[in-house]
């Protein structure tokens, strides 16, 4: 029956399921960087916020043949895509084409900057967004 908390789905589950995945890769300071995708480190690997958007919806931090910053490929499916767009609405206005990328590597851009905005988008899709 409705609403009698047996068959609850989660709208969005997609967007979620990325946006955890993100969180789980930039958990550490050290799995964060700027000014690239990502870098490997003594510790692993070490990604910025587009680069962790690759990692969940495609499996590698690195844009490969259509999947670069050319807009058309850049992310493969409607959630990839819904949560970069979630992601732009929520960081301060930017003129540049990546709005996350520029605030990713803004000179006042902190760690824990990175992991609230990862979970305002989260609770935007949560909502129904």
Request: charged share 20%.
């Amino acid at each position: 029956m409705p609403f009698d908390n047996t068959t609850v789905e989660i709208a969005n589950k997609a967007e979620i399921a990325i946006l955890d995945e993100m969180a789980r890769l930039l958990a550490r300071p050290e799995d964060w960087t700027k000014n690239r995708l990502q870098e490997v480190t003594e510790g692993g690997i070490s990604r910025c916020l587009y680069g962790a958007l690759f990692q969940a919806e495609h499996g590698t931090s690195s844009p490969t043949k259509n999947r670069g910053f050319g807009r058309v490929g850049l992310f493969a499916t409607e959630a990839g895509l819904a949560v970069e767009s979630a992601m732009n609405s929520l960081v301060p206005e930017s003129r540049g084409a990546f709005p996350i990328a520029d605030y990713n590597n803004h000179s006042t851009t902190t760690h824990n900057d990175i992991l609230t905005l990862i979970a305002r988008a989260k609770d935007t899709f949560q909502q129904g967004g």
